[in-house]
């Protein structure tokens, strides 16, 4: 698997197939933490995660965990965001810039001096992004972000990721079973099945058939226009959007 800069990549397939795994070696995790066999090569912004120390690759890779409550520990969201800069050695003035700028970018500025355990779900999420923001990786990894989150906290948290990777060009892997909210902000879909690789690519051409028996929850829009082009319908392209659902409408029933 090759994944190129500024792509937004989601990760999805049946659970315990190797989702979790595979984010725990992009940052260094595996193997530096986590014991067990290591086979292979992983390369990640030109670094062999074998030879670096997870703090090495902290700077290249941000994590954001599927609980952020796991994430944030220190008595206010600033110094929750400043804990990375400061490890990494910067300056006072440096840290200063970072710490404001991330909190800008993902909208939680006003809550810089609030405890962690004060905020809802999406500002814990929105907090623990812009603690890895800060130290201004290449690529941020997410595990499931919106598992602990409400339909509405999900679309806001995936509208901020999806900011990140168009207007800041950041790399964004995502792992997501919630695909009917995510399918529209990627541009690639890898499907897992029993720690392999066995679908990747735009996320209509992987939408299909093949998907669903592996288990995955495609949207919903999907699944009825596959159902409609086994009926005997075509369409111009499989939607994954209630919006694109509408316009193969349109036009299959315009005279």
């Known amino acids: 698997m090759d994944v190129s800069p500024g792509e937004f990549v989601v990760f999805t397939g049946p659970s315990g197939c190797g989702k979790t795994t595979i984010c725990r070696c992009?940052?260094?995790l595996i193997p530096n933490f986590y014991s067990g066999d290591f086979f292979g090569e992983l390369v990640v912004d030109d670094l062999n995660v074998k030879e670096?120390?997870?703090a090495e690759m902290a700077a290249h890779v941000g994590l954001v965990f599927q609980n952020p409550e796991n994430q944030l520990f220190s008595l206010s969201i600033e110094r929750d965001v400043a804990f990375g800069p400061e490890n990494m050695g910067l300056s006072r003035e440096e840290t200063r810039k970072r710490v404001d700028w991330a909190l800008e970018?993902?909208?939680?500025?006003a809550l810089k001096d609030k405890p962690p355990y004060e905020l809802s779900g999406g500002q814990q999420q929105r907090a623990a992004i812009a603690a890895v923001l800060a130290m201004q990786p290449k690529v941020i990894v997410l595990d499931e972000p919106t598992s602990f989150l409400d339909p509405r906290s999900a679309l806001e948290i995936l509208e901020v990721i999806s900011n990140l990777n168009r207007q800041l060009g950041i790399t964004i892997i995502l792992v997501e079973h919630r695909l009917d909210i995510v399918s529209k902000h990627a541009n690639r879909v890898i499907v897992m099945d029993d720690g392999r690789i066995v679908l990747d690519g735009d996320p209509r051409d992987v939408y299909g058939e093949q998907a669903r028996l592996i288990g995955i929850g495609l949207p919903r829009?999907?699944?009825l226009f596959n159902l409609l082009r086994?009926?005997?319908l075509e369409f111009s392209q499989t939607p994954i959007t209630v919006d694109e659902a509408a316009r193969e409408l349109?036009?299959?029933l315009s005279p």
């Not at 970018?105 to 500025?109: H, N, Q, S």
């Open 26 to 28: 992009l940052n260094g």
């Open 221 to 223: 829009v999907t699944t």
């Open 250 to 252: 349109r036009k299959m």
């Open 105 to 109: 970018v993902t909208g939680i500025t």
């Open 230 to 232: 086994k009926e005997g």
């Open 52 to 54: 670096h120390t997870t």
